[in-house]
């Protein structure tokens, strides 16, 4: 399986982005993650979302944040609204087998993508 996330940028505090990430090679049910890693820091769980749509959050991130899904196009997206500087990081999606329910820890997920860089300046 690869992916190929998207879409990270610059914006100032209170701005939108949005992330995709697409999902390629072997078919099959995959429940699908974000993570993020700021400088220093080590990575940390973002959002989750299950082959059938079940969506977990970070505490930091939830009412802020949406992740969502296109099974068709093989696609998730993260819509990150009302963005802090501390979002700064850069953000990875990741995909496991399709076990329909969300996992928060990284080593459950056995593919990763490139990481796209997310800035948000004060």
């Known amino acids: 399986v690869q992916l190929q996330a998207s879409g990270g940028g610059v914006t100032q505090a209170g701005g939108s982005l949005r992330l995709s990430c697409v999902r390629s090679?072997?078919?099959?049910?995959?429940?699908m993650g974000w993570f993020r890693q700021a400088p220093g820091k080590e990575r940390e769980f973002v959002a989750a979302i299950t082959r059938i749509g079940l969506q977990a959050y970070s505490d930091s991130v939830r009412g802020r944040f949406t992740i969502s899904s296109d099974n068709a196009k093989n696609t998730i997206f993260l819509q990150m609204d009302s963005l802090k500087p501390e979002d700064t990081a850069v953000y990875y999606c990741a995909a496991r087998s399709g076990q329909h329910y969300n996992s928060r820890q990284a080593a459950d997920y056995g593919s990763w993508g490139q990481g796209t860089l997310v800035t948000v300046s004060s």
């Open positions: 090679g072997r078919s099959g049910s995959y429940d």
